[in-house]
Each structure stands twice: as structure tokens, then as C-alpha cells.
């Protein structure tokens, strides 16, 4: 089920304790525990699942938000955001990084969370910046000054360093204010998806590095063009967009460098189309 594994790498620093530690639906685990365990059956990693289980005030929210969507596909909304309450899925988890499915690392995961730098309570958030303007992750931007005013620079949150000790009651408190809102305007303040609540909440975060995070490669074909960058120059190369992804889409760009990983043992991907 590809799209719906989200992973968090814990202390990276530390090479020898490198863990992925792997959210998965309600109900899949086996199935996850299976697959893992015929595809990489000597991991030089460990690893572990965690499945993700909406509060039904959450719940409530989503099932109103993508009220269009049904099975699987709200499903994967659910999933998506789980990387906002990360803290419930692994309550040991301290400083993590943080990756989307459809990504492939090019370089050592702990050059990323060195260049994260040290976090404080004021600053506990990496990611790199992308040049979408925070108007556009609202509906209605007139109706969201006050948010738009307090973010700067955007960022893609499909890479992602934080710290969970510092997601404190008043961390969550301002997220669920900005459900609150999207509510209170039956669902039209805030786009689609987490990035733009990730982005309303957390306006003073740590820059990272264009590299570790090359992405839109999942968007209509010339747009990905447009965004195309020499390998050479990224550490992630990340099919964001959601027209694309490298395990349905044959001619994909850079799909070779997912197809490098795609014919391990035991990984049974879709078809091309």
C-alpha cells in the first residue's frame, strides 16, 4: 500500500542505534511485519511499526474535510496526518527526522540531522523552504492575516527534524485552533492536506539545506521538468505533487534511482502505467 508508511528516524547521530520507526494503518500491522521482514531479511537498520489511530474529534474533522473521500483514500488522509501526532504513535521518541514514502535518500540521513543544528523551545522544527506563498494555503487568505502575517518562507513537510519533547499542550493547543477555524469556516480556510496546517503552526522554523529536500517531482510532468535538478546536487530526491508517484508511473523523472530499490526481494510493486 504504497502512499501510507510514514518513517521517523531516531538518533542519527549515533549511527550504531539508527531506527526507522514505521506508521502504518489500524489493522495492516502483520501484513507491514511481513513485508518487511521478506524484503530486508538481514537489515543493517532496525526497525519498528506503530500504527496510527485518530482521536474522534480528529476523525470527525477529516471525514468532514475530504468528505469526498471514501476507503482507502480517506484512509491515507488519516495517515498523512499522522506525522502531526507522532508523539502518540511513539511516546519514547525524542529528536527524530522525519521522511515521506515517495522519497529515496541519496546521502547519509545524519548529515541532515547534524545540519538541523540543536533545538531550544522556541525553535524545534527543520525543513527546507520552498517558494510557495503562504497565501495559497488558505481558502480564503483574507480571512487568515494573522497566520499569513507570521509565516515567512514556506517549507515542504515531507522532510521534516523536530524534537518531540517540545510538542507541549501548547503546541497542540494552536494546532487544534487551526482546525478550530477550518471548522468554523465549514472547511474552506485551510488547504488540503497537513503541509498547510504544519506551515500555519509552526511559522519559525530551522532552514534547511534546497538538497535535502528536491522535490515536486509527483506533479504534471513539465512542472517536474521545470524543477529538475542535477542528482548530484540533492541528498532527497522527493515525487511531491500528487499526480506521479515512481512505483505507477513508468517514465517518472528519476524513476531510476527508485528503480535501484524497487526489484528487492520480496517487494511486490503495481504495475507500471
Not at 54 to 76: M, V
Not at 91 to 115: G, K, S
Not at 199 to 213: H, T, V
Request: charged share 20%.
Amino acid at each position: 500500500m504504497p502512499g501510507v508508511i510514514n518513517s521517523a528516524v531516531q538518533n542519527s547521530r549515533q549511527r550504531e542505534t539508527l531506527r526507522f520507526n514505521i506508521v502504518v494503518p489500524t489493522g495492516q500491522t502483520e501484513h507491514f511485519q511481513a513485508l518487511l521482514e521478506t524484503t530486508f531479511p538481514s537489515p543493517q537498520f532496525q526497525w519498528r511499526l506503530g500504527t496510527f489511530q485518530p482521536s474522534a474529534d480528529l476523525a470527525d474533522y477529516l471525514a468532514h474535510k475530504y468528505s469526498r473521500d471514501r476507503g482507502e483514500r480517506l484512509l491515507g488522509r488519516f495517515m498523512q496526518f499522522s506525522r502531526v501526532w507522532l508523539p502518540q504513535v511513539f511516546p519514547d521518541l525524542t529528536r527524530i527526522l522525519y521522511f515521506d514514502t515517495d522519497v529515496v535518500l541519496l546521502e547519509d540521513p545524519a548529515i541532515l540531522d547534524q545540519q538541523a543544528g540543536d533545538f531550544n523551545d522556541q525553535i524545534f522544527f527543520a525543513a527546507v523552504p520552498h517558494s510557495r506563498p503562504a497565501w495559497l494555503y488558505f481558502k480564503k487568505p483574507w480571512r487568515a492575516h494573522s497566520y499569513i502575517k507570521a509565516m515567512g518562507t514556506t517549507f515542504n513537510s515531507g522532510v521534516m527534524v523536530t524534537d518531540l519533547r517540545f510538542w507541549t499542550e501548547a503546541v497542540y493547543q494552536r494546532i487544534q485552533a487551526a482546525l478550530d477555524r477550518d471548522r468554523q469556516f465549514r472547511y474552506r480556510f485551510l488547504e488540503p492536506g497537513d503541509e498547510a496546517l504544519l506551515n500555519a503552526c509552526f511559522p519559525n522554523y530551522r532552514a534547511l539545506p534546497k538538497r535535502w529536500n528536491r522535490c515536486g517531482y509527483g506533479n504534471a510532468r513539465f512542472v517536474a521538468r521545470l524543477l529538475a535538478c542535477d542528482p548530484q546536487e540533492a541528498a532527497i530526491i522527493h515525487w511531491s505533487g500528487g499526480h506521479h508517484k515512481p512505483w505507477n508511473t513508468h517514465d517518472i523523472i528519476y524513476g531510476d534511482l527508485w528503480r535501484r530499490y524497487a526489484n528487492l526481494p520480496g517487494l511486490l510493486l503495481p504495475n507500471p502505467i
